[in-house]
């Protein structure tokens, strides 16, 4: 297991990239939040999940983005953070039909509360991408 | 939004195919362990995720693989369901690699120990699947 | 485990009748809520929860919602429909001192902000319901 | 909101008789395995869910009981304790069927794998109860 | 384990100056809340949390406010909870940077959902603070 | 919000070395048994959680580690996590009592069950270091 040689700097711009292909608008919004909090949790935000995990490459983003949809409706209380990744799940290529399928999915999994509830985030995105003319 | 007019019975008979497709020996031992003091569970869960939700047409086989993984993964208490859909992933085609990177994906979302649980899980049914010589 | 042979428009009326009888106006919203994202989440909301699992005969329908309060008070993600079934337990005959105290005893297994929390679920159905003069 | 002049130790003896009422030797153990590591929390243990919580007179034993397995199928990480309440329940008055039906509805609002491990904690009561010759 | 020999009033007059130390205002607020729906409740949780375990000697303040800024994080459905423990930090040393610290931490174990909605409660606390001139 | 300049081999050598000071042989043992499955995620292990988070100041390692304890008993699923970190807390300074504190004061948080297991894993713990002699 061999560290590789990347400089923080390096993750931090493949991440930024990253969650800009992935969020757009709405990934940027979250790190501002953090700037005068906690920029260094802004700067893990971007650098392990995006500049490391979303960057590998052994899954597209288009599974990766359903995997994330799924756990966050499992979770439950992080409503937020599952509407910036439905957002992300359509910018990479997912259908609206695929995420409402996987949140009837997580029914089984995590019951049906949760894919109520996540039913209800999945509105409110496509609700707003509609007023924005985005698909 | 009309009901369908499936009988129960077509649920139950399409259910078991797709049980069978997707988690082979392993699903049916899960129903099999439920047949003296829970049947009507055991027919529940053919039935319904199975019958209903896994056999829809919207989202491919594969993909509500990669979403299952992630949500058990995320719930972190349920280690049998999630090898034997670690087993389900990889006969429906996920590689071995994509298993491994929607777990090391959660430990964004759910943390680093369901993380490492979860590749705990991936971990055994590698090796049980290398004794068996099946991929 | 012979399967059933209810037809699904069986199911789903046997959970429609199941639902007003619980749940009654605040159970048909979640339903409509549905209508144009996921009727068909709406519908299996219907026959699974209500057509299959409430319309059983094992359990009293006052002991099917005090399972559900506790259920739902521990996951302390599912506020809504933490409401929607406090109104359905008053429905069905548990009265205001049983709800608060399976509340109380989810302090034992969930830990004080469940309960907390949930008492405050509590509170808003006792006062919409006491300005609609409902006991 | 009068505090009331119980005494700890009265609140110990109500605790410790309630316990025996209802957990039996089962939960006589829990107890006496935290005497040498953290005897205070056996005691909190005894007092307040049971001396406090349990003893309260407006929630019949056998409703208490549904409520606690229901919530610890829901929480899925308490398989010990829910195997204590299982056999709780049976010993204040709930039938089999009637545990079986509340975890069963779990599947609702937990997800499955909840309820297919809250059954498994239930196969192993009634064959210990079944080899013990108790009901 | 010999039950100690406080009486009630003994514990819940120790738990209310113990929750005024804490949490000043805000827990005060949290106990009234209480008064109409569930009084028992409120007095339980100045007896049991603050009385019993806050009141022991083994851990000093600092140390337990930081174990539920951690513990609330984690849950992620207690937001207004863990806004009165992160005053309550404040109230008893921490400094704002330690709380920040705390719940950068939670991103391993709870991931970074939970970090962040952690972080949003502290903003909101840190904002509260600064607007009364309290450090 | 800068980027620093530390290359990820600096990352992961300071990683290396903060996990060794925290967790000794046992976090050794959980890097080492990603080796063949998820190298990758051993890496990310050492990196993030113990390069970056562990080795920033604002927060004093015996804090780092109550906060810690706390978060994986209020999991309650990841029992393996704890039983290193409560060896980890020992490892910095936390005295045996102080960890018990933290797992009693679960109680009021993450409910009984949860603090009960988190003992028997504090149990685990002790016993095993008084078998090596260690305190």
Redesign the interface.
């Given at each position: 297991?061999k560290?590789?040689?990347?400089?923080?700097?390096e993750?931090?711009?493949r991440g930024w990239r990253k969650l800009q292909e992935i969020d757009g608008k709405a990934g940027e919004r979250?790190?501002e939040?953090?700037?005068?909090?906690?920029?260094?949790?802004?700067?893990?935000?971007i650098?392990?999940?995006f500049g490391?995990?979303?960057s590998?490459s052994?899954?597209d983003l288009r599974?990766?983005e359903?995997?994330?949809?799924?756990?966050?409706?499992?979770?439950?209380?992080?409503q937020?953070?599952l509407r910036v990744h439905i957002h992300g799940a359509l910018n990479v290529g997912c259908t609206r039909?695929?995420i409402?399928?996987?949140?009837?999915?997580?029914?089984?999994?995590?019951?049906?509360?949760?894919?109520?509830?996540g039913?209800?985030a999945?509105?409110e995105v496509?609700e707003e991408r509609d007023e924005e003319g985005t698909e």
């Open positions: 297991m560290p590789s040689s990347n400089t923080d700097s993750r931090y711009e979250v790190i939040s953090l700037d005068e909090i906690a920029p260094d949790l802004g700067r893990y935000t650098e392990f999940p490391d995990v979303y590998r052994s899954l599974s990766r359903i995997a994330t949809v799924a756990s966050l409706t499992t979770l439950g209380n992080a937020d953070q039909e695929e409402i399928e996987v949140i009837i999915q997580m029914a089984v999994y995590a019951g049906f509360p949760a894919a109520l509830n039913m209800n999945a509105k496509f």
